[in-house]
């Protein structure tokens, strides 16, 4: 009995923990409809490229601050490109520009925050990912 009681305790707290981690990994769910900033359909050949307006230099960047479902786009790359109109001036801005593949059908959400390091959030952007 009391080997019962302890192989039925660690499979209710495994089972537990296991629910834990997909939850970290759940999308946002309902994003107020006035925040929702786009909502993209890609099918499996297509890259889903993110595009926003950053300045560096003001301490300020784009975070991705959800974890994505991984099993419906994957992040492939993120770069900051200058403004090709003010390149050439001190300080100038540009845009942070993330690239995502689709990788299996289904829904996710993107959430990005600008913000300081560790500081208060200034902007936030919502993208709806449908994946067919």
Same mark, same amino acid.
């Given at each position: 009995m009391k080997k019962f009681v302890i192989i039925l305790t660690i499979?209710?707290?495994?089972?537990?923990l296991i629910q834990s981690c997909d939850a970290q990994k759940e999308v946002i769910k309902n994003v107020p409809a006035d925040k929702?900033?786009?909502t993209y359909t890609i099918t499996e050949t297509d890259t889903l490229t993110i595009k926003?307006?950053?300045?560096?230099?003001?301490?300020f960047k784009w975070y991705?601050?959800?974890?994505?479902?991984?099993?419906?786009?994957?992040? $492939?790359? &993120? /770069?900051?490109? !200058?403004? *090709?109109?003010?390149?050439?001036?001190?300080?100038?801005?540009?845009?942070?520009?993330?690239r995502f593949l689709p990788n299996k059908k289904g829904e996710t959400y993107l959430h990005?925050? $600008?913000? &300081? /390091?560790?500081? !208060?959030? *200034?902007?936030?952007?919502f993208f709806k990912i449908i994946s067919k």
């Open positions: 499979t209710v707290f495994g089972m537990y929702l900033e786009k926003l307006v950053s300045n560096p230099t003001t301490g991705l601050t959800n974890k994505i479902k991984p099993k419906v786009i994957v992040e $492939y790359n &993120r /770069e900051f490109v !200058k403004d *090709d109109v003010t390149m050439d001036m001190v300080g100038a801005g540009g845009y942070d520009i993330w990005f925050v $600008y913000k &300081r /390091e560790n500081g !208060k959030t *200034d902007k936030e952007k």
